[in-house]
Each structure stands twice: as structure tokens, then as C-alpha cells.
């Protein structure tokens, strides 16, 4: 009887626990992990909420993100929000499955270090996934590959993919980050 009521117990925390994060949920890596980007936000420990748009007529990217992967917006009571785009994620996805989950850990990190610096929050986004475990010297690799064969991109990320990879790298090597440490280039 006492371990049913510990069943009991641990299953109403968990309904609880979904009902109060109504607004969040795990975004999947391509490695079928789910994961949260947990941030704190003007002092308390948030779970970072997530949305997928996607265009109407499903054959290209969501007129509200201008063809970018993810976006960061804020709710009205200005807590951020995660903004991804089906289409193009799905695109990336085809590409690099991996390459979507740098994008999670990007978003997130525009969040967490309160950064509209896309070097200096793609730069984060490596040290993260590091730190979780999820990148190693083989996957920085590959995404680093996929940056570089990315031509024109806006000028805020350094007009080419081979910049914005460039001066991630510098600002990763200034941390002096074992994943760049003692490599040229």
C-alpha cells in the first residue's frame, strides 16, 4: 500500500509539473534526446518556451521569420520565446540533422547570455553544447563544414558563412576552448 501511494505521489508531482509548464515543452535533438533550454530570467530559473511556425501553403519559409531557422521574440509579460520555422529547419535537418541542435543551443544562448552578438552567441552555443556532452571535435567538424559552405547571409552574421565560422572560432580560441585549442585555423 505504501508504494502506491509513493506512485500516487510521484504521478500527481508529474501531472503538476505539466500543467504549471503548460507553455514549454522539449525540443528534440536529432539524436531523439529531448532537452530544455533552462535560462535564468530577471532572476528566476526559467524553462525557455518554444513555438513552430510554418507557411500555409507548406513550400517555404514563414513569412514572419524572413527565412531564418529560429528567431527569439518576447510573450507579453516579456519572458522569451523560441521561434522556429518547420520548413527551414526541416531543410537544415536534411542536411545536418546536427546542425539543427547548434541552432537550438544558438537560440538559447542569445537567451542565457542576454546576447544579440550572433559571434559572440554562436561562440556560447559551442562552449554549451560542450558542456553538455553533445559536441565533440568530430561534430564540430561537421558543423563547422556546413558554415562554411553557407555563401551570402546578412551582414550581421559577417556577410558569409566562412566569416561568421571565422570569428566564432577567434572568440572560442580567446576562451581558449579545448575544442580549438593547439589546431591552426
Known amino acids: 500500500m505504501k508504494s502506491m501511494s509513493i506512485i500516487y505521489k510521484v504521478g500527481l508531482f508529474c501531472v503538476t509539473l505539466v500543467l504549471c509548464n503548460t507553455g514549454s515543452h522539449a525540443y528534440t535533438l536529432s539524436d531523439g534526446v529531448d532537452i530544455f533550454c533552462n535560462v535564468v530570467w530577471d532572476g528566476q530559473q526559467i524553462i525557455v518556451e518554444e513555438q513552430y511556425l510554418f507557411n500555409e501553403s507548406g513550400n517555404s519559409w514563414h513569412p514572419d521569420l524572413g527565412g531564418a531557422a529560429a528567431i527569439i521574440k518576447y510573450a507579453d509579460n516579456g519572458l522569451p520565446i523560441i521561434v522556429f520555422d518547420k520548413y527551414v529547419m526541416n531543410g537544415i535537418y536534411e542536411k545536418l540533422p546536427l546542425q539543427t541542435d547548434f541552432i537550438f543551443y544558438h537560440e538559447c544562448a542569445h537567451i542565457r547570455y542576454k546576447s544579440d552578438d550572433e559571434f559572440y ?13 553533445r559536441l565533440d571535435s568530430n561534430n564540430f567538424y561537421w ?15 559577417g ?5 561568421f565560422w571565422e570569428k566564432t572560432k577567434r572568440c572560442l580560441r580567446q576562451l581558449d576552448h579545448p575544442i580549438v585549442r593547439d589546431k591552426s585555423g
Open 121 to 133: 552567441t554562436n561562440c556560447w552555443a559551442v562552449v554549451d553544447m560542450f558542456a553538455d556532452g
Open 143 to 157: 558543423i563547422e563544414k556546413y558554415h562554411l559552405n553557407m555563401r551570402l547571409l546578412p551582414p550581421k552574421y
Open 159 to 163: 556577410g558569409a558563412g566562412f566569416v
